[in-house]
């Protein structure tokens, strides 16, 4: 068997979040398909160790955010490079709620799809859900990100050289928010998206 | 809900091929994930009239082929515009077979997977079959063809205005193959694909 012609599937990048008994969390998969119409349905596959999962088990809910061309690598980092066993990835987050009341990506992010769980399924590794979609919502006009377009244009290219040339302003790294100004306060949090200073990156003039 | 959200999903094109007490269709998917590692699972949903779907229950086993960038409209339509019900498709092309004896798209096909079922759940419209993957092979190094992709550059475009010029030659719109000369011989069949002179289109000088 030769895995790299399984690479050849194509696929999204989704944020999948939740919220059971107060507590939300989300994270990064690229699985997600509609199944069935009348009524709509879709199936999502998740790591059995991601907290995310373990919430889904628990509630029946989830919001899956369309991540879009714009996507930074900033934000997949946010939410599919640290877990939901260790920090609170929504602490201080703006964050909207669907009609469930789960969190969903407001920036970064094309459409969002709300589902209520009416099958799961332990596939070992991973567990299947399947979803009656009980909402959904477009969110911008901007293209959805392929997995593809994740790996040839989102992921990290080399530095760029250093310059000599002075800061004028701060870019949010998650959002794109812009702060004018050579410093940018210590205490600063990103009025779009709650972000500090250490998300913040140099514009040069 | 706005159904258009839920058109951001990201898929592939694929020929989804199987082969029953000595019956083999094949039709045109755009639902396939891999929805789990050790052993490599994946999941396909497919339309309970299709006729298709109806040998892969009693079958057990699909190939599923998927298209790439250079895929044709016609290779589409063939396989995706008529029904196994009424036609059977594969009637003389010269199509090789998987290890578990499935047809498959030898052109306009980047890869196959071969799966075989581990679970079948009927979703009303929709039947989800979740499958083992028992072998799968790169079969060229185009890249895969993304429904999006379909929808922008695979679907027919207004007729060219008709010429006066000459007939050099014909291609076969089902593989590109071509035939040089200004007639293609009433009884001609494509070396490479097995098509017959409806589906030649001619090439002007």
Known sequence: MDKKAIYNLTYG???????????????????????????????ISVINSNYTCELIKKSGI??????????????????????????DKMDGLPMPEDIQGVPYLSYHSCAVISG???????????????AEVVDAKLLSDNEPLTYA????????????????????????????????GSELPADFSCPTCGHGPEDFEPIYG
């Open 62 to 87: 989830f919001a899956i955010s369309l991540l879009d061309k714009e996507c930074t690598f900033e934000t997949i980092k946010w939410w599919g490079f640290q877990s939901g066993h260790d920090v």
């Open 13 to 43: 990048v989704f944020m999948l979040s939740t919220k059971f008994d107060g507590k939300a969390n989300g994270c990064i998969t690229n699985t997600c398909m509609q199944v069935a119409n009348n009524p709509i349905r879709i199936a």
């Open 149 to 180: 377009d994740y790996q040839n244009n989102v992921k990290p290219k080399p530095e760029a050289p250093k310059t000599d040339k002075k800061i004028v302003g701060w870019r949010c790294k998650i959002c794109n928010y812009v702060y004018e």
């Open 116 to 130: 209520k769980v009416v099958e799961q399924h332990d596939l070992g590794s991973h567990t299947l859900f399947i």
